[in-house]
Structures are given as C-alpha cells and as structure tokens.
C-alpha cells in the first residue's frame, strides 16, 4: 500500500532501528516504547489486519509469532514477554497493517487488562 507507514519503512523511505529482517518479515524497535524492551514484527507483504488474513497469509503469520521468542531473548526479554496485536477500530488497531508488539524487559509486566468487577 503506496501510503501505509509500515510499507514505506519496508521499502526504506522511512527510517526504523531494526531487530531482524529476512525476504518475508522486518522488526523494528517501536517509536515509542512502552517497556524497556518493546519491537514490532510485520510481514513485509501488507495485510491491513487480523481481519483480512486468509489462508496465503498463514505462514507468514506464524512466521512472526514463531520469531518472537527468540528476539525478544536478543533485545534483553530475558525472562518472558508479552505479545500483542491489536485488530480494529475496537481492539485499537492504530497502524493498519498487521504488526506484532513485543514487550518485556527485566522487570515484571503490569497487568494486561483489568477485569470487570476488580
């Protein structure tokens, strides 16, 4: 998609600090980091969401989430990360491009959302 932010930093006309890229997948640290370690992972090929994703992309997905593990070990996750993707106006989905967020760093993660009633 000629506008999508993440396909322009795929095509290298917006900068990014990379994690790790091959021929299907990039992942670059976050703009604005929430935890001391916190990198998105994208399929280089646009999917705009969770929504879209159809069965050619399937492998590609789980080429993300499978990659997760061991770069989130790099960037100092030591001991366990949070992975988040967000789909939709309701799940807050604010970049329109399937991407990964992974969180973690030495110190223990807050709660990832606050049950009814507590």
Known sequence: MENCIF?????GEIPSKKVYEDDEILAFHDINPVTPVHFLIIPKRHIASLFEAEP???AVL???LGMAGGLAREQGAGDGFRT???????????VYHVHIHVLGGPETLPPMIVRRGQ
């Open 7 to 11: 396909c322009k930093i795929v095509r």
């Open 56 to 58: 050619g992309h399937f």
């Open 62 to 64: 789980g080429r993300c």
């Open 84 to 94: 988040i993707v967000n789909t939709g106006r309701v799940g807050r989905q604010e």
